[in-house]
C-alpha cells in the first residue's frame, strides 16, 4: 500500500527564511500527492496538491513538485513568515476512487520574529 | 463550503465504556476516513468507507469498529475504551475520483480515564 515519510521535525526559523520540508513516499502505480497545514486549534486544510509527475503545486508562496524519479514532494517557500507556523503533513492518495488517504508524520514549524 | 462536522470537540469516558464518535458530511462524499493524531506519530489511518456498509481497514483498526449506514455518516466505535485510547480523532471526507482533496472535521479530544 502506499506509505509517506517526512523529514524529522520539529523546524524552527527566523522570518523570511527558506524553508524545505521533506516528503517522499512509497506506492503502486501512480498516487496523487497533497500538502496539508494544521494551524493551532484547528482541523487541517488542504496546501496544495499535484496529481501526476512533474506536476507542481502551489498556493500562498508555498511550492512543490511531484517527482517520480526520487518519489518526492518536497514543500518549499522563499521566505516564511510568523504566520506560516503550523504542522505540515504530506500526504498520498492512490489512484482508484476507493483508495486510502495516507500522511506521514506531521512536521512541526516555528517562524519567529 | 463543504462541512465535516464531528459531533463532540471534547470527551471524557471511563476504561471500559463503549464511546461513539460521530462525524457528519453535507457534501455528498464517497469516502470517508477515521484517523488519529498524536504527537511524533502524525496521522494513523483506522478505518475508511467508500461506500454505505463499506468499509476498509486501515492501519490502527484493532479496538475500533466503525458503521456507514447512511452517506453522509461515518461512526467510529471503541468498544471498550481503553487509556491507550486517549488521543485526538479526525474525521475526513472526499469526493470518489482519487485527486481530489479531503475536507476534515475539527476533531474530537477523546481523554479516557
Known amino acids: 500500500g502506499n506509505s509517506v515519510t517526512q523529514m524529522e521535525g520539529p523546524v524552527t526559523l527566523s522570518e523570511e527564511a527558506f524553508l524545505t520540508i521533506n516528503c517522499t513516499y512509497t506506492?503502486?502505480?501512480?498516487?496523487?500527492l497533497f500538502w496539508y497545514v494544521q494551524y493551532p486549534g484547528e482541523g487541517l486544510q488542504l496546501l496544495l496538491k499535484a496529481t501526476k509527475a512533474d506536476d507542481k503545486g502551489s498556493n500562498k508562496g508555498f511550492e512543490a513538485t511531484y517527482r517520480k524519479e526520487t518519489t518526492s514532494f518536497h514543500l518549499e517557500k522563499g521566505s516564511v513568515q510568523v504566520s506560516d507556523s503550523a504542522v505540515y503533513f504530506c500526504?498520498?492518495?492512490?489512484?482508484?476512487?476507493?483508495?486510502?488517504?495516507?500522511f506521514g508524520e506531521g512536521t512541526q514549524l516555528t517562524v519567529n520574529p | 463550503d463543504v462541512k465535516v462536522t464531528q459531533s463532540s470537540r471534547y470527551l471524557v469516558k471511563r476504561t471500559g465504556e463503549k464511546v461513539f464518535l460521530e462525524c457528519v458530511q453535507d457534501m455528498d462524499h464517497e469516502n470517508m476516513f477515521w484517523y488519529r493524531q498524536d504527537p511524533g506519530l502524525g496521522l494513523r489511518l483506522i478505518y475508511f468507507?467508500?461506500?454505505?456498509?463499506?468499509?476498509e481497514k486501515g492501519d490502527i483498526p484493532e479496538g475500533y469498529s466503525v458503521s456507514r449506514e447512511k452517506k453522509e455518516r461515518f461512526s467510529l466505535i471503541l468498544e471498550s475504551a481503553s487509556t491507550n485510547q486517549t488521543s485526538m480523532y479526525l474525521c475526513a471526507s472526499t469526493w470518489g475520483p482519487a485527486n481530489t482533496e479531503a475536507f476534515f472535521g475539527q476533531g474530537t479530544r477523546l481523554t479516557v480515564v
Open positions: 506506492a503502486t502505480g501512480y498516487p496523487s
Open positions: 468507507s467508500y461506500d454505505v456498509k463499506m468499509k
Open positions: 500526504g498520498s492518495k492512490g489512484e482508484t476512487s476507493g483508495s486510502r488517504l495516507t
